[in-house]
């Protein structure tokens, strides 16, 4: 069959992320080391220094100042870059609430670890979560391949809807684990991503005032045009998330026609065509819950997996389609809304509450802190929802998947 | 060398008109740092006074542009400023991060001692009005002794200001120079001078404030004159490690005599029933820290 060449690498998740980093031609890095992320930006640093990435890269004194850096950096029209995990992201909360608010196309790979106290450096998804309302995109990765693509893709999402787009994948699992990765080649990173230019940019041959002062109510400027309050602004952000899924779905069609493998835009399923039972999950856990499915599949259950690839904005109409012919849809958080439920499982809640579609929809806490989460405990979990279905008793609190208390 | 008031550029960068308080000291230091500044400038601001000054949406009081950012990131955001027009091929632009005192000596100091042991080529300068005063006049690591602000009300400040431009110092940077609007072409020399030298320069303006100082609008020049005759604001810049008094600082320590502390207080409201005793510990940390300027200033000469 000749001689055609795959760039097949095994690989960490860290570096699938940074090799797709060195090909979007990132031209301004700036990241704090914190478990697990740190050998992403090691390895960009590494290639700075090589010469291999023609960028500066800053070595700032917090995660805070990084995504600072990244902020003005895009301000002034670079493509930027950071990364972070759990108090990393925490601390530069402000500031992640700040890129969205002053729509800047920043992309961060988000290393999912637990939130600390008490301390833990292992995996789950909160840290993420709780950034889910400060108007960035976040996409969560099911494996390395799927790192490696994605932010390419989410550059080019990033400079189309004008919103900072959040990386996230599992830490550990993902970005400790090597597997083997196809790395894109130049020539098509080329292709798909267009050099960035920015709709604004700070300069002093045009001087503006960026993210000043800025009242409730619309106010007119100097030549007397009435310009937006602070509530229309937050609107057309709001608006611009609302609209992204298109350009989410798009970049991930457009990568896939280019490079022959894409990653279903929003939502994505594994043998739920003819399924009655859905697993749903975001990230690393879908891979476990597909064993899981298999394993069922075998005893003759109809049960597939229902992959959330898109967390915010939140895939309400896909979802809805997606659980359509389900009598049951079981979702397992890798974190908490703490004193409610999953944020998954409430958010699909909501979804489906006008809809017209209505499975009996169970919450599992799952993997926190670095819990391992073993097919068998995802199966024992599913079987109950079906047991308590089938006992014609659908109403199930959210259950905790092996808490030893 | 030093220019004369009358040799300054016509060349004017703030507009007509601005939302800072009648007398605010900050004005007219601003005025004057961008007339040294000529243009090729992009600024940043977080939370403070000159955020007020600059205006709000969508009018600016300047003609520069003007990124604002979140109160502990300005010598971050300058750092991404610099970082991202190097990237972009424009690396003749100055990059000029502007903060209030708790922006820099509290809140912002992490950013601004990062940035300045990175040597990132930047101007930073901290107005200094010795509290938050756009909050409303809360104490800072900036107030002096004895200063009554709305969080050391009965008592006043109990601990001695923050020296910042020492903390920087101990950085390494290659420049580093205090001012006070009251001595205009004094701050604009030094401001050309930051212009030409690469690497982190950091520049300490003391900004008398009517409101919280309280003192009489009219007399805001007249204050920031006094701080300096009476030592509690030294002019004087740091080049490559080697110290100079400047302008007025500079004729006081050949004349000798600094004015006592007690005339400056007395004419602030904010020190206002302050003890003897306070007076003096003021006093001797003013005598303890021009001895030393003296000192300095004469072993480079």
């Known amino acids: ?86 108090n990393g992201l925490a601390y530069m909360c402000e500031q992640v609430h700040w890129a969205a608010g002053a729509r800047l196309p920043i992309v961060m790979c ?46 080019k999402i990033a400079e189309t809807v004008h919103v900072p787009v959040m990386v996230c994948y599992d830490g550990y699992i993902l970005s400790h684990t090597v597997m083997p990765v196809e790395l894109v080649s130049q020539e098509k990173v080329d292709a798909f991503l267009p050099k960035y230019v920015p709709h604004t940019i700070l300069d002093p041959s045009h001087p503006r005032n960026l993210n000043p002062v800025t009242l409730a109510d619309p106010r007119k400027d100097g030549s007397g045009t009435l310009c937006h309050g602070y509530m229309e602004l937050r609107y057309l952000h709001q608006e611009a998330l609302l609209n992204s899924p298109a350009a989410i779905v798009a970049a991930d069609k457009e990568f896939g026609k280019l490079v022959g493998r894409n990653w279903g835009g929003m939502v994505w399923g594994y043998r739920n065509e003819d399924a009655e039972i859905l697993l ?61 439920e999953g944020p998954i499982c409430a958010d699909l809640k909501s979804a489906l509450y006008t809809s017209g579609v209505s499975p009996v929809v169970h919450g599992y806490i799952t993997g926190l802190g670095g819990r391992d989460v073993k097919y068998r405990h995802l199966i024992e979990a599913a079987k109950k929802s079906i047991a308590a279905l089938n006992n014609g008793n659908p109403v199930k609190e959210t259950e905790w998947v092996n808490v030893q208390i | 060398m030093a220019t004369k008031i009358l040799d300054l550029p016509e060349e004017e960068y703030m507009l007509p008109g601005n939302r800072a308080c009648a007398g605010c000291s900050l004005g007219i230091g601003f005025r004057h740092i961008l007339k040294a500044l000529g243009g090729n400038c992009i600024f940043t601001v977080p939370a403070s006074c000159l955020t007020v000054l600059g205006g709000m949406y969508p009018t600016s009081s300047v003609k520069v542009p003007w990124m604002n950012v979140v109160f502990p990131s300005s010598a971050a955001a300058a750092s991404g400023l610099v970082a991202g027009l190097k990237a972009t091929g424009r690396e003749d632009i100055t990059v000029v991060a502007m903060a209030g005192d708790g922006g820099t000596a ?13 040597n990132t080529n930047f101007i930073y300068i901290c107005y200094d009005n010795e509290a938050y005063m756009n909050t409303g006049t809360q104490r800072s690591g900036s107030t002096p002794i004895g200063a009554r602000t709305t969080t050391t009300p009965a008592f006043g400040k109990q601990q001695q200001a923050k020296d910042v431009p020492k903390i920087l110092e101990a950085h390494g940077i290659p420049y580093i120079a205090t001012s006070c609007p009251s001595f205009p072409t004094d701050l604009y020399d030094k401001v050309k001078k ?18 919280g100082w309280q003192f009489p609008a009219k007399d805001t020049v007249e204050i920031g004159r006094m701080a300096v005759e009476c030592g509690a604001v030294v002019l004087y810049e740091i080049e490559d490690g080697v110290f100079r008094l400047t302008s007025r600082s500079k004729k006081l320590a050949e ?47």
């Open chain 1, 1 to 86: 069959m000749g001689t055609k060449k795959h760039h097949i690498s095994i690989i960490t998740g860290n570096d699938a992320a940074a090799e797709a980093v060195k090909l979007c031609g990132v031209q301004v890095v700036a990241a704090y080391p914190i478990t697990p992320q740190s050998s992403v930006v090691e390895a960009l640093s590494k290639y700075v220094e090589q010469g291999i990435m023609n960028a500066e890269f800053v070595t700032v004194e917090s995660e805070h100042s990084a995504l600072g850096v990244c902020i003005a950096a895009s301000t002034v029209g670079a493509r930027v870059f950071t990364a972070t995990s759990a």
């Open chain 2, 106 to 118: 509290d809140i912002g100091i992490q950013a601004l001692s990062g940035a300045a042991e990175r």
């Open chain 2, 255 to 301: 004349q000798g005599e600094l004015q006592p502390v007690r005339e400056y207080v007395s004419v602030q409201g904010r020190f206002k029933g302050i003890e003897d005793e306070t007076i003096e510990a003021m006093q001797s940390w003013i005598n303890k820290r021009w001895t030393e300027c003296i000192k300095r200033d004469a072993e480079n000469r």
């Open chain 1, 110 to 155: 988000c290393v999912n670890r637990a939130m600390a106290a008490p301390w833990s450096v292992l995996n789950d998804q909160q840290d993420s979560m709780t950034m889910r309302d400060a108007g960035w995109i976040q996409i969560f990765c099911r494996n390395n391949q799927e790192i490696h693509d994605t932010v390419i893709q989410a550059f």
């Open chain 1, 280 to 340: 749903m999950a975001a990230g690393s856990l879908t891979m476990e819950l597909s064993v899981a499915v298999d394993a069922m599949r075998e005893e003759g259950i109809k049960v597939g997996v229902l992959g959330l690839r898109v967390y915010r904005p939140f895939p309400n109409k896909e979802l809805v389609e997606a659980v359509r012919k389900a009598k049951l849809v079981a979702v397992f958080d890798k974190s908490l809304s703490y004193g409610n």
């Open chain 2, 194 to 211: 930051a212009v030409g030298i690469k690497g982190t320069r950091y520049m300490h303006m003391c900004a008398p404030c009517p409101s």
